[in-house]
Every structure is written in C-alpha cells, then in structure tokens.
C-alpha cells in the first residue's frame, strides 16, 4: 500500500524553471521504480522519465537534457527538475511508482498542472 502526493507545479514563461515533488506514504520500502507521466487535454498520457530502486534513468527524447529525475529511497520521495520550458511541456505531470516482487502494483498520484506561456 502506497500513496504518493506531487507538489511544486504552476505557471512560467517559456524557458523557466519549475521543480516537481512527488512524497511516497505507507510502505515505501517495497517501491521498486518511480516514475514522471504527463498529459495534456485530448493527448495520451506519456511517459516523460522513469529512475529504479538504484539510480538507473531513463527519459523521454523530447525532455532528454532539459529534465532530470532524482529520488531519495530513505525518504520516499521522487523529484523532477525541470529546466528550459516549453510550452508543449503544458501539461497536469503525474507521479507514479511500482511495487513488488512478482505481482507488480502501480500506485499514482493525483496530478499537479504545469503551465508553460509564450
């Protein structure tokens, strides 16, 4: 059982600066890797980066050297700096993280907005 909170979105010009937050509850100890979705009105949700248990990164080419994703296991939480905005990054960014050893459960957060001007 795992609940997972974002925090730290809003509103900036292109090319500013925002920093995500996503704080893990319950059992964070059997979170294996965290990710970043986001969407955007009328669009799929897509992945934007993803970090495992060990450190290991993976983003999105759209967001590759403009983001980058950290997280701090004793603390459960994950984090997503956010440089270099644009307005397609428009979009409400959802935390997510997987657990277990077999049997996979994904837990998600409600979403946080980011909105990114001209």
């Known amino acids: 059982q795992v609940r997972l909170a974002e925090s730290g979105g809003g509103l900036v010009q292109s090319g500013g600066s925002l920093r995500l937050s996503c704080a893990a509850s319950?059992?964070?100890?059997?979170?294996?890797?965290m990710y970043w979705y986001r969407q955007a009105p009328g669009k799929l949700r897509e992945l934007v980066a993803k970090i495992s248990h060990g450190g290991f990164t993976v983003y999105a080419e759209s967001v590759k050297g403009r983001f980058t994703i950290s997280r701090d296991n004793a603390k459960g939480t994950v984090s997503l700096q956010m440089n270099n905005l644009k307005p397609e990054d428009t979009a409400v960014y959802y935390c997510?993280?997987?657990?277990?050893?077999?049997?996979?459960?994904?837990?998600w957060g409600q979403g946080i907005q980011v909105t990114v001007t001209t």
């Open positions: 997510n993280a997987d657990t277990g050893l077999v049997a996979v459960t994904d837990y």
């Open positions: 319950g059992d964070i100890a059997s979170i294996n890797t």
